[in-house]
């Protein structure tokens, strides 16, 4: 691997190759972030805000700075611009265009430099393991055996996607035209595969699963011959998500998008024959495809919780943290390895883009002496396309019961239209500073509880523990998330939420 240089702006990352004598790591760093994805830089912006001469770095083992991940199974697909896999460059649903990446080369400073620079700054070592933590000495080693050392360190290593045991044993051949999608050289490498075969099959129907299938789909109708399936043991896409309801009304519009969907799907084995694979159902469903996207879910990386002495959650995974989401007294722990405790909803691990933002911030402002707790609901959020978009924040689990008030959509009820109207693309970075007081509701009367088929244009899907409200998923309804926020906050029973859906103003036109 040759060494990753920005030339114009002389930011200098270093690769695994050896180094020139010039370039030399610091022995110490006052502020130590282990991974480079949305929570580190999070924490880095964070620390640098109630710190302005702060010295950050950053270490991971990805060979680019930190970057967004949302992009790679959304807006990317949809690039008309031939050359996305090298720009990385993608136009939002506004249609402004950004790149995936948060910052410029100029954002950061050499590792070198980090030392000696008198304003501080960011630096960032790619393509860098951290191997080993010594938590009583406040040093880390990395996988060359260079040691630094920390005065506060943040664990966000975030996860490795999982796959299927019965991939795994499957064997080299079958394993060759697998996709373990998580990273830009994942999209790459799956955008690259997808133009040169006849047949995808993308197991898993949660979020990644769906957002890809339809991705895919989309652009395949209009631009290439390929077949995309997505199979998946539920009913339905979302199953794990969404009520049954609405979860069966999803698939019916992911088939829309040029999919072939094989619900009630367990895989029983998968061989590589006559350059096909051949993939046998539990049920005798024989399905055959080109190349498989396991999209199964992730597993929190957590390599360092035995050298470091952390400890590991056994029901949610992740490194176990307090409120404000220490492990030690100068060890944090922010992102997708976080099993934190949440003071409103208890011990929770969160997955998502928005989670990793809020998590990241409050990490690096408790890592400046904030002691705040956890108590801001992050959000996330699905599109299926530019027409059929979710925002949910809290505990979204479709073996909880739900109650859902609808109404009928309008042009103005897509996520395309939201962002046009909101100026912002990632809805994550509008919404996650916003509070709500005193939503006002709207005077129009609920609708009527028997809902119609084709009702479910848009609507809010309220999930209840113990008659709280402790979930809520705004269906095709944007800019409200403050609102939600509140409730969840405000923990009270409700005798009707039908009155309570009137604080979205679904029935407004």
Not at 56 to 74: C, F, G, N, W
Not at 334 to 361: K, M, N
């Amino acid at each position: 691997m040759v060494m990753y240089i920005y030339h114009k702006q002389g930011f200098i990352v270093s690769s695994r190759d050896s180094l020139p004598a010039s370039l030399q790591f610091p022995s110490h760093t006052p502020y130590l972030l282990i991974g480079g994805g949305t929570a580190s830089f999070a924490a880095a912006r964070s620390i640098r805000a109630r710190d302005p001469g702060a010295k950050v770095l950053i270490v991971t083992d990805e060979p680019v700075p930190p970057y967004m991940r949302p992009p790679l199974s959304k807006e990317l697909w949809f690039s008309d611009d031939p050359s996305v896999t090298e720009t990385l460059r993608f136009k939002q649903w506004n249609g402004k265009e950004r790149s995936i990446y948060f910052q410029p080369p100029s954002f950061y400073i050499s590792a070198e430099e980090l030392d000696g620079a008198e304003n501080g700054g960011v630096a960032v070592l790619t393509s860098k393991t951290v191997v080993h933590m010594d938590v009583r000495g406040n040093k880390i080693k990395l996988d060359d055996n260079t040691e630094i050392s920390y005065d506060k360190c943040l664990i966000a290593t975030g996860g490795v996607p999982r796959s299927l045991q019965v991939i795994e044993r499957a064997g080299e051949e079958v394993m060759k035209r697998t996709t373990l999608f998580r990273k830009v050289e994942d999209f790459k490498s799956l955008d690259k595969v997808s133009r040169n075969i006849k047949s995808i099959t993308i197991i898993g129907g949660g979020f990644l699963g769906s957002e890809l299938a339809c991705a895919l789909g989309r652009r395949c109708k209009t631009t290439c011959d390929l077949e995309v399936i997505q199979m998946f043991p539920e009913k339905g896409n979302m199953g794990k998500v969404l009520p049954e309801y609405l979860s069966n009304w999803t698939t019916e519009k992911v088939k829309k998008e040029g999919v072939k969907v094989i619900s009630e799907a367990l895989v029983k084995s998968v061989v590589c024959k006559d350059e096909k694979l051949e993939i046998q159902l539990k049920d005798g469903r024989l399905v055959k495809t080109d190349h498989i996207v396991a999209a199964v879910g992730l597993e929190p990386n957590v390599d360092l919780a035995k050298s470091a002495g952390l400890e590991v959650d056994s029901d949610f995974g992740g490194f176990r943290v307090n409120a404000e989401l220490q492990a030690r007294s100068n060890i944090w722990v922010a992102g997708d390895a976080a099993c934190f405790y949440d003071i409103r909803l208890g011990r929770r691990r969160v997955e998502h883009h928005d989670h990793a933002v809020v998590s990241g911030r409050l990490a690096g402002e408790n890592m400046t002496g904030a002691n705040k707790p956890y108590w801001h609901q992050s959000m996330f959020w699905s599109d299926l396309g530019p027409d059929v978009g979710y925002e949910a924040i809290g505990i979204v689990d479709s073996s909880l019961p739900t109650v859902g008030v609808f109404a009928k959509a309008t042009s103005k009820d897509t996520p395309k239209a939201a962002t046009e109207k909101s100026g912002t693309g990632i809805r994550s970075e509008s919404e996650t500073e916003d509070t709500a007081v005193s939503p006002v509701a709207s005077p129009t009367p609920a609708p009527p509880a028997v809902l119609q088929k084709d009702e479910y244009g848009k609507g809010v899907i309220f999930y209840l523990r113990d008659k709280v409200v402790v979930g809520i998923i705004l269906w095709n309804v944007f800019n409200r998330m403050p609102v939600a926020r509140k409730i969840i906050k405000d923990g009270e029973q409700h005798v009707d939420l039908n009155e309570v859906a009137k604080l979205f103003n679904i029935h407004d036109d």
